[in-house]
Nanobody
């Protein structure tokens, strides 16, 4: 599956952004989907995950209450709604997919398809 992220940009602290990840090439609903982020000099960090149907979703504790992951299977699109953004949220955000995702295994290594990333910059 091919993944293309969009929706990143520059926003002030406290603002909101919605990231999108458009999938193509394979049946989107077959895939568990996730968002990760990476800042310069840091390891890739798990943000959120959603199962194939959208019935189960999980957001990392540090982002819970501010970020929401969702998906639209007929549109083959994954979303990340980010509210209350903080300067520490500045990173490149990546979507990831895996057809054999096991719930709870949120390591980057568990996902075998990745997008190119979209930059999110939060100014103070």
């Amino acid at each position: 599956v091919q993944l293309v992220e969009s929706g990143g940009g520059l926003v002030q602290a406290g603002g909101s952004l919605r990231l999108s990840c458009a999938a193509s090439g394979r049946t989107f609903s077959n895939y568990g989907m996730a968002w990760f982020r990476q800042s310069p000099g840091k390891e890739r960090e798990f943000v959120a995950v959603i199962n194939w149907s959208g019935s189960m979703a999980y957001v990392a504790d540090s982002m819970k209450g501010r970020f929401t992951i969702s998906r639209d299977n007929p549109k083959s699109t994954l979303y990340l709604q980010m509210n209350g953004l903080k300067p520490e949220d500045t990173a490149v955000y990546y979507c990831a997919a895996d057809a054999h995702y096991t719930w709870g295994n949120n390591r980057a290594e568990a996902f075998h398809s990745w997008g190119q990333g979209t930059q999110v910059t939060v100014s103070s």
